[in-house]
């Protein structure tokens, strides 16, 4: 391989996206006021994610995929939920994945939060939804996707579940996927999760969590901030860290510069170092973005004293698995302006369910 220059790197991973979240913007207002991260969830998201369907589904993911390739991002690990429409979901985001030629990792988040369409508290038992969202990823990943098995979080799920989805993971010899005590309702998440987790585990948020797991910690400084749930401190544990995004785009230098903010209010001696340290310790769950090249609109690619604080930096080139997905400015693979209009009017078909 060709070293790089001083205005390439390689490529990006967000480590935790939700590629269904793309067509959420502009979504009507919640019928109440959500005061809390538990009335977030129920008020918009768990909405949302029950009024997808495959074609709202595969649009979501193709802007969201175009929108992380024209960030620099090569890779995106998806977490995904279609309480709706479980069968195929996996498919629809692969296809848009592969459309516009970003290299992804998905799960299906399965939960047992909700019993015969009513939501529950403290599932005791698995459900329906759960087991079907347990084939979906067995389904998906025998034929030939790559995976890892999805969990919403401990708090959504009954011990049956979270143990039928640790054993997935073992059999495929995959990690587990799972937010991990994003807000104070998964506080029991250590203790619940603790003879589960192994390293191969992708620990989404851990803003609360009390005792160390094992596993990858992924942090997501935006979404954290957005939700009020807390800074979550990921430097007080000794697991690897990476940075996500939570489903609000795939910019990770975006994402990087606010992990640099939000930690150096915390420790005003802390540099930019530790948090570029978090960008290149996801290569360890995505190797293959190392040979994925982007060129940029700057020249101090590898200077993270200057990256945290310049805005506004663009690829001007994509290369993918030896692919120019992005060429000059241009996207090569997919029609931007088409996917732009079919993901909204796939918007307004959305956003008209949940009005109803
Ligand atoms: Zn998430």
């Known amino acids: 391989m060709t070293p ?15 590629l ?3 067509l959420a913007r502009g979504m009507p207002a919640p019928p109440s006021l959500p005061t809390n991260f538990r009335t977030i969830l129920e008020n918009i998201w768990w909405r949302l994610d029950a009024a997808l369907d495959l074609d709202s589904i595969y649009w979501s993911a193709a802007l969201g995929a175009l929108e992380a390739v024209r960030s620099g991002c090569t890779t995106i690990i998806d977490h995904h939920e279609s309480p709706m429409a479980i069968e195929g979901s996996l498919d629809a985001i692969a296809r848009a994945c592969d459309d516009v030629g970003v290299r992804h990792v998905l799960s299906y988040g399965v939960t047992d939060r909700w019993n015969n369409g009513v939501l529950t508290n403290s599932p005791t038992r698995m459900s329906d ?6 084939a979906e990823t067995e389904r998906y990943i025998a034929s ?3 995976a890892m098995v999805g969990v919403h979080a401990s708090f959504t799920c009954s011990d049956e579940t979270l143990e039928a989805a640790a054993d997935l993971a073992r059999r495929l010899a995959v990690g587990v996927h799972i937010h ?3 807000g104070p309702d998964d506080d029991r998440a250590a203790q619940r999760l603790t003879h589960l987790a192994d390293d191969s585990w992708l620990l989404v948020h851990c803003v609360h969590l009390s005792d160390e797991l094992p596993g990858t910690i992924v942090h997501n400084p935006r979404s954290n901030m957005n939700n009020a749930v807390g800074y979550a401190r990921p430097t007080r544990f000794s697991n690897r860290v990476v940075l996500g995004t939570d489903g609000i785009g795939a910019d990770m230098f975006e994402e990087a510069r606010i992990a640099y ?5 915390h420790d005003v001696t802390a540099t930019p170092d530790t948090v570029w340290k978090w960008l290149e310790n996801s290569y360890a769950l995505a190797p293959e973005s190392r040979d994925d090249v982007v060129s940029w ?11 945290a604080f ?16 992005i060429k000059e400015g241009r996207v090569t693979t997919v029609d931007v302006d088409e996917v732009r209009a079919k993901a909204f009017e796939s918007a307004v078909h959305l956003h008209k369910k949940l009005e109803s």
């Open 20 to 22: 269904y979240s793309s």
């Open 297 to 307: 609109t700057y020249d101090h690619m590898h200077e993270p004293w200057r990256l």
């Open 310 to 325: 310049t805005p506004g930096v663009t690829p001007t080139d994509v290369v993918i698995d030896g692919r120019a997905v």
């Open 261 to 265: 903010a939000r930690l150096r209010e």
């Open 129 to 134: 939804g759960a087991r079907r969202g347990l």
């Open 144 to 146: 030939g996707g790559r």
């Open 4 to 18: 790089l220059e001083s205005n390439q790197t390689e490529g990006l991973v967000c480590s935790h996206h939700h």
């Open 180 to 182: 991990v005590a994003e």
